[in-house]
């Protein structure tokens, strides 16, 4: 978006569909910045048919962010209807969310770090100070030869 204001979203999970699709309708009235593609994509529906909406001839690139999960992405543009957002197959692929469809839950868990997982707070360790005199054969075992004088 232009403004760089945060809008809230309910995304359809569609392990059916490849991309990642928004509607031309929500994405005008919450003022994405679309842009045009140089080349329309074909869009086909489950039946292999061509879809009525004709090709993909737009794209919005925004920030998405969910549960402390950060990500730059760009979004084809099409008629969805009364859905907002499709996050498809290459998407569902790359992060692997876990999902309890029980509860309606996503988690993101398995994200590859490319995609700006929120960065887990590390815990200190201790470290086990080592006098020389005292303890020689350690410091052989934990120092590589090449070190060694």
Known sequence: MENHERVAVRALLDSG?????????????????IEKLKNPLLVRNVDRTVNAGGAITHQVECNMFFKGH??????????????EVILGMLWLAAHNP????????????????????????????????????????????????????
């Open 17 to 33: 569909a490849m991309g990642l699709f928004m509607d031309m309708t929500f994405a005008r009235e919450k003022g994405f910045k």
């Open 70 to 83: 950060i990500e730059r992405i760009r979004i084809d543009v099409c008629n969805l209807g009364k859905t």
């Open 98 to 149: 876990k999902i309890d469809w029980e509860k309606e839950e996503v988690k993101m868990t398995c994200c590859p770090p490319i995609y700006g997982r929120k960065k887990q707070k590390r815990k200190k360790k201790k470290v086990k100070k080592i006098e020389k005199d005292k303890d020689k054969e350690m410091l052989k075992r934990l120092v590589p030869k090449r070190f060694w004088k």
